[in-house]
């Protein structure tokens, strides 16, 4: 899909939200076992060919790094492992020259406190010709039945050409526009501006670039924001297109280097490709003076008739990658499952305590009861939250035949990633001993989007904060503690089983 210019100038806006919120995870984060167990359950088939009427092929498992020769006799229910510890079964289907693979394998990751043993299936085709790694997906049917979801990558990695056209880069410029505005720094403000689009026509992508940010249009156009597709989606993983540039105010000269990836050649051999292009930009110019500061003057370029301009680049170098490694997750640190499984903790907040007095009482006299209403913000306490935040709980309906226990109301989330709290809860608040009780169950979607892992756990935790009291405009009495505060409570007790 092309992106409009809209799309993209708000694209520097999200650039500047993520630098604000830090860097993702190093690269070695999130790396172990059992991580990779949970993202990617596949194997590499290498070095195939026959052998005596046999299909022979090397067998890699890509979470743990097992690998074993294997031996097919056709007709055989199963192929031969030279590595027996590995709980591998294999077997293949031979239809003329084309190979069908079907991969089961069981195996135990004990890198952390508690081991997990996972069982995952796969399979896939591929001439008996085929000299490159074969990768085979797998889907887990054990701890939990799921399907991992890989990333789509960086745009047009998988386009058809993408490799061929890098050997001869080049880039559209369009909507070019340089403002150059004049300015005493006391009475009036000097200000420049320059923005383009590009595209490049090997994979399609597309950037603005501009000064600064949306949010701090800087006078230093040496160093220009460039930014995309890749600040606006989740799915590009750990390859995203990157592109710096840079403008002279004096020459027109626009100069800049980009790096983009391919596999469409390949896919076991993603190539990463970096080139440089630098060009005077052919700007007609028109200077009138500025509105109510007739001292200053404006400045408006463009290039004739607003035409785009093509940009001749150079490889500056080519580099392969690990097989497949476009399309993978990110590793990254404990998110939704890994946290529930190993280190299950809710992070509380925004306490209080609100009082209805004389509840239940006839109009104007007594003998009625207080109801407490209970208010608290929960997430589940992630080392990876990303852009979540807290979600509000309110008191429901009393739970029928367990004294004190309420139904949460869950409030509304942003919709904007995968919920991090209970969508299903109740809890019990004492507010003599200020113990807050809950029973949990909260889905887990960070590996499967569509077969979520159903979690459920207890919680008990003691508010020992402060609290500051006082009436409301409707004569209720509200009790708070420090919003700034928050505080952990274990959940144990903790089940999980697949969707249904």
């Known amino acids: 899909m092309v992106a409009t210019r809209h799309s993209l100038l708000a694209a520097l806006s999200a650039a500047t939200a993520f630098a604000q919120f830090g860097p993702p995870p190093s690269a070695d984060v999130g790396q172990g076992c059992t991580s990779k167990s949970f993202q990617i359950p596949s194997w590499l088939v290498e070095n195939l060919g026959k052998v005596e009427n046999d299909v022979k092929f090397n067998l890699t498992n890509r979470a743990t790094g097992f690998t074993s020769g294997v031996r097919c006799k056709q007709g055989a229910d199963e192929c031969l492992i030279a590595v027996t510890t590995g709980g591998v079964k294999a077997s293949i289907a031979l239809s003329g020259d084309t190979v069908e693979f079907d991969i089961n394998q069981t ?47 960086p745009t047009g990695h998988d386009a058809p050409g993408c490799q061929a056209s890098s050997q001869s880069p080049s880039w559209k410029l369009s909507a070019i526009s340089f403002t150059d505005q004049t300015g005493d720094g006391t009475t ?38 460039c930014a995309g597709i890749e600040f606006q989606s989740s799915s590009i993983g750990g390859y995203p297109i990157t592109t710096t540039a840079s403008f002279d105010v004096k020459t027109f000269t626009f100069s800049l280097k980009q790096t983009w990836f391919c596999d469409d050649h390949d896919a076991s051999k993603p190539v990463n490709i970096t080139a440089t292009g630098s060009i005077v930009l052919p700007l007609e110019c028109e200077t009138n003076p500025v509105p109510d500061s007739p001292n200053d003057t404006k400045k408006v370029c463009h290039t004739p008739d607003e035409s785009d301009v093509i940009l001749p680049g150079t490889v500056a170098g080519v580099t392969t990658l690990k097989p497949f490694v476009i399309e993978d997750p990110i590793p990254a640190r404990d998110g939704c499952t890994l946290t529930s499984i190993f280190k299950p903790r809710w992070s509380f907040s925004q306490f209080s305590v609100t009082t209805i007095p004389n509840l239940g009482a006839p109009q104007g006299g007594a003998g009625g009861k207080d109801k407490e209403e209970i208010f608290f913000n929960i997430i589940l306490a992630t080392e990876s939250r990303g852009f979540q935040f807290p979600i509000p709980i309110y ?79 409707d004569g209720y009495t509200e009790c708070v503690i420090d919003g700034s505060i928050s505080w952990s409570a274990d959940i144990k007790n903790v089940t999980w089983k697949s969707s249904p």
């Open 395 to 473: 008191t429901g309906e009393p739970v029928q035949g367990q004294d004190g226990w309420y139904h949460c109301v869950v409030g509304q989330d942003g919709e904007n990633a995968a919920p991090l709290w209970p969508y299903k809860c109740e809890f019990k608040y004492d507010s003599a001993t200020k113990d807050l009780q809950i029973r949990a169950d909260w889905s887990c979607v960070d590996y499967d989007p569509l077969h979520p892992i159903l979690f459920s756990g207890v919680s008990s935790t003691t508010v020992t904060s402060p609290f500051e009291c006082g009436p409301t405009y």
């Open 188 to 225: 009036s403000t000097p200000f420049q501006m320059f923005n383009l689009l590009l595209t490049n026509p090997a994979n399609g992508y597309q950037a603005s670039c501009m000064p600064g940010t949306s949010y701090d249009y800087g006078e230093d156009l040496s160093t220009l924001v």
């Open 107 to 153: 195996w135990t990751c004990s890198d952390r406190a508690t081991n997990l043993t996972f069982t995952a299936v796969g399979n896939n085709t591929a001439p008996l010709s085929w000299t490159s790694p074969l990768l085979i997906r797998g889907s887990l049917t054990a701890p939990v039945a799921i399907t991992p979801a890989y990333l789509e990558g």
